[in-house]
């Protein structure tokens, strides 16, 4: 199956900006729906966005929505996360995660048990 490798983390100011970057490899990167999930000091994780397997169809959280763009390049087997406008509530290990199940083909899994491929994540800190 695939694996993957996430980096872009970092320290940022608020209402800075990051873009992170999610590289896959050993598999059929197209037959996988990508997503970002994000997990705070004492939060569990939670589901910030996703793309569909064309790359056609996304979703955000709705604290996210407006500020995070995600997408992914065919090519280069790789996703991204731009990450604008962001807030001290948005510092958190940020994981990318892979799901080859037909279910969540069109984006629609916002579960981190619906994703069977995880990478080892990256720390974005928002502090001033």
């Known amino acids: 199956q695939v694996q993957l490798v996430e980096s872009g983390g970092g320290l940022v100011q608020p209402g800075g900006s990051l873009r992170l970057s999610c590289a896959a490899s050993?598999?059929?990167?197209?037959?996988?729906?990508m997503a970002w999930f994000r997990q705070g000091p004492g939060k569990e994780r939670e589901f910030v966005a996703a793309?569909?397997?064309?790359?056609?169809?996304?979703r955000y959280a709705d604290s996210v929505k407006g500020r995070f763009t995600m997408s992914r390049d065919g090519a280069k087997n790789t996703v991204y996360l731009e990450m604008n406008s962001l807030d001290p509530e948005d510092t958190a290990a940020y994981y990318c995660a892979a799901s080859s199940s037909f279910r969540c083909t069109n984006a629609g899994c916002s579960m981190p048990s619906e994703y069977n491929v995880w990478g080892q994540g990256t720390q974005v800190t928002v502090s001033s």
């Open positions: 793309v569909s397997r064309s790359g056609g169809t996304t």
């Open positions: 050993g598999g059929t990167f197209s037959r996988y729906t």
